[in-house]
Nanobody, 121 residues
Framework: QVQLVESGGGLVQAGGSLRLSCAASGRILSIYAMAWYRQAPGKQRELVANLGRGGTTNYTESVKGRFTISRDSAKNTVYLQMDSLKPEDTAVYYC???????????????WGQGTQVTVTS
């Protein structure tokens, strides 16, 4: 029903930056919620940032001031700008969107395939 394609991950040194993208396609009427999660080896998946209706944003404490979530409505794309990266940011990052679809009208929760971010010291 909805496809999410993530990109922008890679290998960077501590202090560097990456910009993750999550592009959605399908019979999308609207995207009402969006979030980025990450999962490091041996750890639980955690919510990193979310962007809700009305443009409100929330971040986990460890990334505040360093990460920024945003969207481009025209492209149905959500971004995660990551600055001042630290080794502890190393994880697989997943995009999660709440979407309203047409044909038929319904809500759908969809996940991206994940993109690896590795930060070296």
């Amino acid at each position: 029903q909805v496809q999410l394609v993530e990109s922008g991950g890679g290998l960077v040194q501590a202090g560097g930056s990456l910009r993750l993208s999550c592009a959605a396609s399908g019979r999308i009427l609207s995207i009402y919620a969006m979030a980025w999660y990450r999962q490091a080896p041996g750890k639980q998946r955690e919510l990193v940032a979310n962007l809700g209706r009305g443009g409100t944003t929330n971040y986990t404490e460890s990334v505040k001031g360093r990460f920024t979530i945003s969207r481009d409505s025209a492209k149905n794309t959500v971004y995660l700008q990551m600055d001042s990266l630290k080794p502890e940011d190393t994880a697989v990052y997943y995009c999660n969107l709440g979407v309203l679809l047409t044909g038929p009208l319904r809500q759908y929760d969809t996940w991206g395939q994940g993109t690896q971010v590795t930060v070296t010291s």
